[in-house]
T-cell receptor, first 113, second 112 residues
């Protein structure tokens, strides 16, 4: 039973265009969401997060949108750069879960020059 | 300020053996979490340690155990290794209840 789903295993985008990575969740107790980026042979790197009391959080080229009614969040990268090519993981945490992050399976983003 | 470091980076063990993986948390962090990432999957929570006590556990059998030391470094021990234990094991550190965890590069364990 997957509580966090990233239904697109891969995404290919042209440099300079927008990348949109999607994530769906089923557990209504989740109140904090994070995006991590992972390069091969490295650990995941924190990218951006959002609390369930917000619907948008922005940090430079990265924006995360949260739609609680649809149990859906998305990560927008504008403009996309070749260095953004990596696997992106969506993660969620429920209040009182002692920091237990539930991860999706990841989406591999390829940004082509 | 040093980041999260894990050792060894790669390891090959035989089914039935025991293994110990090590993690040094980022400076100033007192909470360590361990995750297992199987091929093609996202990381899966094993357990968390806070101030040397287990503070939460995922759906893993008791043969997965851990320790946290006074300097907040940590060990993950796996007994009676099974082929399905082959995975990337990730350690993440954070300060207290903050959810923004910082990950190490992982230990790739292969069980043959």
């Amino acid at each position: 039973d997957q509580q966090v789903k990233q239904n697109s295993p891969s995404l290919s985008v042209q440099e300079g265009r927008i990348s949109i990575l999607n994530c769906d969740y089923t557990n209504s107790m989740f109140d904090y969401f994070l995006w991590y980026k992972k390069y091969p042979a490295e650990g995941p790197t924190f990218l951006i997060s959002i609390s369930s009391i917000k619907d948008k959080n922005e940090d430079g080229r990265f924006t995360v949108f949260l739609n609680k009614s649809a149990k859906h969040l998305s990560l927008h990268i504008v403009p996309s750069q070749p260095g953004d090519s990596a696997v992106y993981f969506c993660a969620a945490s429920a209040r009182g879960s002692q920091g237990n992050l539930i991860f999706g399976k990841g989406t591999k983003l390829s940004v082509k020059p | 300020e040093t980041g999260v470091t894990q050792s060894p980076t790669h390891l090959i063990k035989t089914r039935g053996q025991q293994v110990t993986l090590r993690c040094s948390s980022q400076s100033g962090h007192n909470t360590v979490s361990w995750y297992q990432q199987a091929l093609g999957q996202g990381p899966q929570f094993i357990f968390q340690y806070y101030r040397e006590e287990e503070n939460g556990r995922g759906n893993f059998p008791p043969r997965f155990s851990g320790l946290q030391f006074p300097n907040y470094s940590s060990e993950l021990n796996v007994n009676a290794l099974e082929l399905d234990d082959s995975a990337l094991y990730l350690c993440a550190s954070s300060f207290g209840s903050r959810l923004q965890a910082f990950f190490g590069q992982g230990t790739r364990l292969t069980v043959v």
